[in-house]
């Protein structure tokens, strides 16, 4: 069984060490071709954690993403103290794949994504799931439920025209 963390709102410096790395790591890659921090610096923080081979699955999350959602997500810059709920339902997403709760990050997924979209992401998720929790990187359940989230999930025919990540 697993156990659920009900809270209200998190953000960043609260959350867990896990986390923060998984959050960091997906922010960069999302906002790749920027100055800082580049490719290597997010492979170097991620090899001196063990999940290095997580990069990949992090590229390919965010080409799912880039190529395939109906709906816009919020990802904030890698420095920011705060937490977009795109990137709380994210991090639910992993912290349900590392449980093989796969029920639930399709659910997730499928508030931005369409089926087939849901469908691709499905295995680099539980790639980096599997890759953080055997370098003993947990990400806790907190299932944050909140008015945009709803709203995002009404807004699921939405079509998004935009070829970068939205």
């Known amino acids: ?47 001196h954690f063990r999940v290095g081979d997580a990069v990949f699955s992090l590229e390919a999350i ?22 977009s709920d795109s990137e ?3 991090l639910r997403a992993i912290a349900a794949a ?16 369409p089926p087939v979209g849901a469908d691709w992401a499905l295995a680099p998720v539980r790639g980096l799931a599997t890759i953080f929790r055997m370098a003993g990187l947990i990400l806790p359940d907190r299932h944050i439920r909140t008015f945009e989230h709803d709203r995002t999930k009404a807004m ?8 970068t990540l939205h």
């Open 1 to 47: 069984m697993h156990q659920s963390t009900h809270i209200r709102s998190l953000d960043l410096p609260a959350l867990s060490a896990a986390e923060r790395l998984f959050i960091w790591g997906f922010r960069a890659k999302a906002r790749s071709g920027g100055a800082v921090p580049t490719a290597a610096d997010i492979q170097q923080v991620y090899d």
């Open 62 to 83: 965010i080409e799912v993403f880039a190529c395939t959602a109906h709906t816009a997500i919020e990802v904030h810059c890698p420095t920011c103290p705060r937490m």
């Open 88 to 90: 709380h339902g994210i």
């Open 98 to 113: 590392q449980q093989e709760r796969i029920d639930v990050v399709r659910e997730q997924f499928e508030c931005w994504l």
């Open 156 to 163: 699921k025919s939405w079509f998004v025209g935009s070829p």
